[in-house]
């Protein structure tokens, strides 16, 4: 399918690898062309080096005020405009109530909800000189159902969700569409250290692929089409939406 992003101009943060990098792949499939960004610029090279002339780089962390407002006067300057933002952050370190600190909770904050409240911000009026202009938040299955030991995500992943909702009605009019992607367990390296974490890897993505009715993991690649698909003027009519990529994981009726 034709998903009508040749020669869109899309950013994707958080993209060196894993999730981020893999919505950015699928984009680039598409001939659009992706900025990126992360914290490291080796990974950022080399990442590139993957997507091909389609993609650049901005070394940022969008933890940081000072940093999304440099990525965004970068487009600006280059571009001129934007025409999809995948918001993304990695997902805040694991820990149960009685391990965080207030030092975590203020870190998990800023990595996980002020980047995106301050990506959308900045990334508005460039959105608002696209004519199919998109807004797609990668948060976690964790909104629908918690995940033991992952507390931060767990309570602020949701806020996320309830910022889309309501973005959906405040900038519905403009045409902008906001949506969220949730994955649930996908072969990453993020997810592989969840499972070292639990002191037995093996035994522990065993438990989660017996809980999936696909019985398997998720493909990287399988999440970065539908991130593209989402973002993409093909999915013109969906909007503050919330879709699972889990394998079915998440067995709730709403």
């Known amino acids: 399918m034709d998903l009508s992003l040749k020669d869109?101009?899309?950013?994707?943060?958080?993209?060196?690898?894993?999730?981020?990098?893999?919505?950015?792949k699928s984009l680039v499939a598409e001939e659009a062309n992706v900025?990126?960004?992360?914290?490291?610029?080796?990974?950022?090279?080399?990442?590139?080096?993957?997507l091909g002339k389609r993609a650049r780089y901005v070394v940022a962390d969008v933890s940081k005020k000072e940093d999304v407002s440099m990525l965004l006067d970068d487009i600006k300057s280059k571009s001129g405009k934007l025409d999809?933002?995948?918001?993304?952050?990695?997902?805040?370190?694991?820990?149960?109530?009685?391990?965080?600190?207030?030092?975590?909770?203020?870190?998990?904050?800023?990595?996980?909800?002020?980047?995106?409240i301050r990506l959308t911000r900045e990334a508005l009026p460039l959105l608002r000189l696209s004519d199919a202009p998109s807004v797609l938040y990668s948060t976690s299955i964790s909104v629908k159902q918690p995940i033991g030991n992952l507390l931060l995500s767990n309570a602020l992943r949701p806020a996320v969700i309830g910022m889309m909702?309501?973005?959906?009605?405040?900038?519905?009019?403009?045409?902008?569409?906001?949506?969220?992607?949730?994955?649930?367990?996908i072969?990453?390296?993020?997810?592989?250290?969840?499972?070292?974490?639990?002191?037995d890897a093996e035994a522990?993505?065993?438990?989660?692929?017996n809980n999936i009715p696909l019985k398997r993991l998720g493909n990287p690649d399988e999440f970065g089409a539908v991130s593209a698909f989402l973002l993409s003027p093909v999915a013109s009519y969906i909007h503050g939406a919330l879709l699972l990529v889990d394998g079915g994981l998440y067995r709730g009726m709403m």
Do not use: Q
């Not at 869109?8 to 950015?24: H, N, P």
């Not at 522990?204 to 692929?209: G, M, P, S």
């Open 204 to 209: 522990a993505e065993n438990h989660i692929t």
């Open 84 to 116: 999809g933002l995948f918001v993304n952050a990695g997902g805040p370190p694991p820990g149960k109530f009685a391990d965080l600190s207030d030092e975590d909770w203020f870190a998990g904050f800023k990595l996980t909800l002020m980047s995106a």
């Open 8 to 24: 869109k101009i899309l950013l994707v943060t958080a993209a060196s690898r894993g999730l981020g990098f893999s919505a950015a």
């Open 187 to 199: 072969s990453t390296e993020r997810v592989k250290e969840l499972f070292e974490a639990s002191g």
């Open 165 to 185: 909702r309501t973005l959906a009605d405040e900038i519905g009019s403009d045409g902008i569409r906001v949506n969220a992607i949730c994955p649930g367990y």
């Open 35 to 50: 900025v990126i960004c992360s914290r490291d610029e080796s990974s950022l090279k080399h990442a590139v080096d993957m």
